[in-house]
Antibody, heavy 121, light 113 residues
């Protein structure tokens, strides 16, 4: 069974930093791109970042570019999101998701249970 | 960036009703459109990928249609467990591989009367 388990969410002050982790199991981790998607309280879904299976290609939403860094450790089946210069608007539940890419199509399945990041003084 | 607009924002229907949610893209996205279901306090769950392909394990009362800019998600006979928020997502690929950002619609909340 494919499982994704996020951790690292916390209360952090504006301007602070935080690293989220996502532990993957049940599939060949290195064969799949991975994404982070966030959801602010009571709001919709926002794609944040993605990384290729090898880790050689990374992608970011404009809202986090230059402040967040996605990475992965394929030897440990771990995905990370390093967040710095955090703002109140970064407050959200952060989900990791496995990217399924077939032909030109791409979808996210499954998703982890999410970890809450709160940016507040 | 490609904008995704869902309608309605919310709806209330009775058990057994046929329910249709619409998703419109700001430009043509071929069939690179996915649908997710999210229940309160839970992670999103994939229902439909590439506009009309039903994810394994998803009940057949869910179906998707569309291409280009206009898409629909239909629940043929609404069940109590279908109470949730539904999101569309585009993963358009003008080249061989889809390029971000992969935007979501704002969501449609479905309630049971």
């Amino acid at each position: 069974e494919v499982q994704l388990l996020e951790s690292g969410g916390d209360l952090v002050q504006p301007g602070g930093s935080l690293r989220l982790s996502c532990a993957a199991s049940g599939f060949t981790f290195t064969s799949y791109a991975m994404s982070w998607v966030r959801q602010a309280p009571g709001k919709g879904l926002e794609w944040v970042s993605a990384i290729s299976g090898s880790g050689g290609s990374t992608y970011y939403a404009d809202s986090v570019k230059g402040r967040f860094a996605i990475s992965r450790d394929n030897s440990k089946n771990m995905l990370y999101l390093q967040m710095k210069s955090l703002r109140a608007e970064d407050t959200a539940v952060y989900y990791c998701a496995k990217d399924v890419i077939v032909g030109g199509g791409r979808w996210f399945d499954p998703w982890g249970q999410g970890t809450l990041v709160t940016v507040s003084s | 960036d490609i904008q995704m607009t869902q309608s309605p924002s919310s709806l209330s229907a009775s058990v057994g009703d046929r329910v249709t949610i619409t998703c419109r893209a700001s430009q043509s996205i071929s069939n690179y459109l996915n649908w997710y279901q999210q229940k309160p306090g839970k992670a999103p769950k994939l229902l439909i990928y590439t506009a009309s392909s039903l994810q394994t394990g998803v009940p057949s009362r869910f179906s998707g249609r569309g291409s280009g800019t206009d898409f629909t998600l239909t629940i043929s006979s609404l069940q109590p467990e279908d109470s949730a928020t539904y999101y569309c997502q585009q993963t358009y690929s003008p080249q061989t591989y889809s390029t971000p950002p992969w935007t979501f619609g704002q969501g449609t909340r479905v309630e049971i009367k």
